[in-house]
């Protein structure tokens, strides 16, 4: 038996065209996984699937739109059978300053990554919970433990991910669903570029504090992602794994 087999096995995956969410696709995918993309952008969904192959589709959907969440699952459980893993990756990023942070800002940060992701949650676990199985994984930060500057609500909003990990294990995980979080480092991707380019003081601190000296790959948080949906992982429940290159640890 090959623990990190996935065969057989459907996972939904929201901001899965690209970026992280893309990276843990591609490494899904190759564990054998089909993989159901979610995101806004209907080009990028459809060259994502492109480059996945046949394990792969996509739903264009805003995780934002909470009222239309329930019919969502419905749907994708309906073309593509159940879904035995979700992983909230959707995010947004806001670089700014707290004091010039507005509370439509602060909101739209908190809708995306913390309303957006318990309300898929509920409605995926809803369906988990009648089987008695099913794992559900989000995507953390470094900012879920330290503070950084200029990214209050960003912060914030991956605190609270750590929170929900936490409660939901808790609630859920003696019915058959496992909850997780990675905790992705600093990882090369348009969010964290852009996050970085312009501020070449930030970067070399945040290389300086990494152990490993160098920013990680997509597909670290991608392998990070097919151990918590593997049988391999089937003990481990309520915790965040840092994939970080030892930031977290770093002085």
């Not at 969410?21 to 492109?50: D, F, I, T």
């Amino acid at each position: 038996m090959n623990a990190f087999q996935l065969s057989g096995q459907t996972i939904f995956i929201t901001g899965g065209g690209s970026g992280l969410g893309l990276g843990m696709a591609k490494c899904l995918s190759q564990s054998g996984a089909r993989v159901v993309l979610c995101g806004r952008r209907e080009k990028v969904l459809q060259e994502a699937v492109a480059e996945i192959g046949d394990l792969a589709a996509y739903v264009v959907h805003d995780v934002t739109d909470l009222e239309a969440n329930a019919e969502l699952v419905a749907k994708v459980e309906a073309a593509h059978g159940p879904v035995h893993h979700l992983i909230n990756n959707a995010g947004v990023h806001l670089k700014k300053s707290a004091e010039e942070v507005t509370d439509a800002e602060f909101h739209t940060v908190l809708q995306t990554h913390v309303h957006a992701a318990f309300s898929l949650s509920r409605a995926f676990a809803n369906r988990m919970l009648g089987r008695g199985e099913g794992h559900i994984l989000f995507t953390a930060s470094m900012a879920s433990y330290f503070g950084i500057p200029m990214v209050s609500a960003y912060s914030a909003a991956k605190t609270a991910h750590i929170g929900l990990v936490r409660s939901l294990s808790a609630d859920w995980s003696p019915r058959g669903i496992r909850v997780n979080a990675i905790a992705p480092g600093w990882i090369h991707s348009e969010m964290m570029h852009k996050a970085v380019n312009a501020d070449p003081e930030r970067k070399n601190k945040i290389l300086s504090r990494t152990p490993l000296n160098c920013f990680g790959d997509p597909e670290d948080i991608g392998w990070a992602a097919v151990y918590l949906c593997s049988p391999a992982a089937k003990f481990v429940t309520g915790v965040s794994l840092p994939v970080d290159g030892g930031a977290s640890i770093g002085f």
